[in-house]
DNA sequence: AACTCTCCAGAGAGCGCTCTCCGAATGAGT
DNA sequence: ACTCATTCGGAGAGCGCTCTCTGGAGAGTT
């Protein structure tokens, strides 16, 4: 910023042609003469001219940046998700390639939400992603409203109609009762995730389907996705029903707490009680014993979250991606 | 983007003003008449105003918003450093506190430096922080050479001398080693991180001095920071040097690592061999045995590297902050 | 040879905002 | 009553770029 870049301008004057023409090459028009170009070109190269980008958005009414919104309350931000980093990383990268840029926002408060929709409605980004919503964020809705394309990662609220990519979360959930049943297990419960976030009512879903459709009893207790909620929601299953011969944790961070739990009671695990969590983050592959768990394609949700973003809605083939789960079976279970 | 958004010009007809005025009032200048003024903020209220960042960013070159770059080569991408998410929200948040909007970077390939270079270059940024910088990364200096304030977290490389906020790696590793050599232990050896990082240069440092002081030799092996380098580098320790009975492990992920490779040697942790991490991660306790560890100050040193980035040179008491780091003694040493 | 058609570069009008003058109106001083 | 500050709103010139429109030159047609 300190000193003067070239505009435009000096580039057409030192390559003796106007800016209309600079601007044409610059933007790879093929309507223009070879020789031309090139020397325009070597105008460029010498006087080492970067268009200015808030003169081009100011015309374009494009940006090249698209904003990821994390809606996690503050509480939360502390604790780790390490997907969290995943995420990110994946959006980044796979939004360099079409040029875009990352605009990470915090929304975990209220004031931080009328942040985010000011931000929006002040053109300054051509999409919003959004991740970890919880229950009926209105945020989305505002912003899809102002008609800024807008998707989800993971499935939101049901009364909003918003695309999103997410993971199979009741099939996946099925998938790990499932299994616990074909080991011979006969009362399995489940330690569940926040019930205001659909990821959580989802793997509960699928855990009463796959039961249900057995003919077992739930036994159900809830978390909030942490570690520590975990050893508190074991805890509490062990009171409630000390014969229990399973569980099934909505994620793995809450299953590693669980097996603190579980260790802390005197359980053995599998042999007492056998363990599946959900995600397969890299901890559960060194827990004692290694975490038998739902394995999610994170990859590829974010990177079909990003390719929704992108498309325009009547070029998209479908607003709804699921992707298939896999269960990863270690020792717990 | 959809339907025209009211422009200053439209507030200004509608407030029987003129645009200078409503200019006035949104940036609130104090020379306007408060009958007028109330009256602007009430078209504005009415019309849903919000300001068109793209032009005035062209006349203010300022555009509010500080790129966060990730200079992490691929490889590393997809090995979650838990504590990468915690900075990535802690600037966020801090930097959201001064109306300032983090543009995420990933600086991995030469082509994404490139990327980066441009995109700082095209003016879209206020300034730059670069997380995670490997050996003589060119891209600070350059950066630092166009006028735009860099600050990096960790201290970078020797040869560029940029402003940036660290934790005392030094001091750290050696109270690690010297807490070793309290507790008795005689052969100390060390799993030290990648060479082209300072953190890892400096952590390597820290435990040759203090092992200096005490005239013990020093065993050293090379990881990369990752878990897995953790375990291959612990192996290589113990085929070098089988009765050593204390190591310090440059990070956490390495520690598990160790942890999981001398198990399966079946050496007892603390018994047979002392563990010593660096970080305190979350998952350092929950491993077996939880992890005696370094913990260092992330979030303070987060937010002091925001600062650096926002403080004019001439305004900063310094351009170098360092921040103590704290012994944690769990169970394996 | 006169005409039309195509190709391609230049002219110039904005995009929405900020900010420096300018000038009108008000109040104080003589 | 008249002059001189002083306060405060308006006019208008850009900021650097895109893009439509215009017009000149050369090629093709009759």
């Known amino acids: 910023m300190g000193d003067k870049r070239p505009t435009l301008e000096a580039v057409a004057a030192r390559a003796q042609v106007s800016r209309a023409t600079v601007s044409r090459v610059v933007n790879g028009q093929a309507t223009v003469n070879p020789q031309i170009r090139d020397a325009v070109l070597r105008a460029i ?17 494009q940006t090249d940046s698209i904003a990821l919104v994390v809606s996690e309350p503050p509480t939360r931000v502390f604790s780790d998700d390490p997907l969290f980093s995943l995420v990110i990383r994946t959006v980044s990268s796979e939004l360099e390639l079409s040029g875009k840029q990352v605009i990470l926002m915090l929304a975990g408060s209220q004031r931080a939400q009328a942040r ?22 209105p945020l989305p809705g505002a912003i899809a ?53 659909i990821g959580g009512q989802d ?36 009171e409630d029903d000390p014969e229990l011969d399973a569980v099934f944790v909505a994620n793995d961070l ?45 990859v590829e949700q974010a990177t079909a979250m990003v390719k929704l973003v992108l498309t325009p809605p009547e070029e998209r083939e479908t607003d709804h991606v699921i992707l298939p789960t896999e269960l990863v079976v270690r020792d717990s279970a």
């Open 45 to 61: 190269e010498e006087l080492g001219y970067v268009p200015n980008s808030a003169a081009r958005s100011l015309v374009t009414r």
């Open 254 to 298: 809450m299953a590693i707490g669980a097996l603190q739990a579980l260790r802390q009671a005197g359980r053995r695990v599998p042999d007492d009680v056998a363990v599946v969590g959900f995600d397969d983050i890299e901890a559960a592959g060194f827990t004692d014993p290694p975490l038998t768990t739902v394995r999610h394609p994170v």
């Open 116 to 137: 985010v929709e000011d931000y929006v409605a002040g053109g300054h980004v051509d999409g919003v992603m959004f991740v970890s919503m919880h229950g009926a964020d």
């Open 145 to 197: 409203r102002m008609g800024v394309p807008v998707v989800s990662y993971g499935r939101p609220a049901v009364a909003v109609d918003l695309p999103y990519a997410d993971n199979d979360n009741v099939g996946g959930a099925a998938q790990a009762v499932e299994h616990l049943l074909d080991i011979g297990r006969r009362r399995i419960a489940t330690i569940a995730g926040p019930q205001d976030m």
């Open 203 to 238: 793997r509960l879903t699928g855990y009463r389907d796959a039961l249900r459709m057995s003919d077992r009893r739930s036994i159900v207790a809830v978390g909030d996705f942490t570690r520590t909620s975990g050893v508190t929601a074991m805890r509490h299953l062990l």
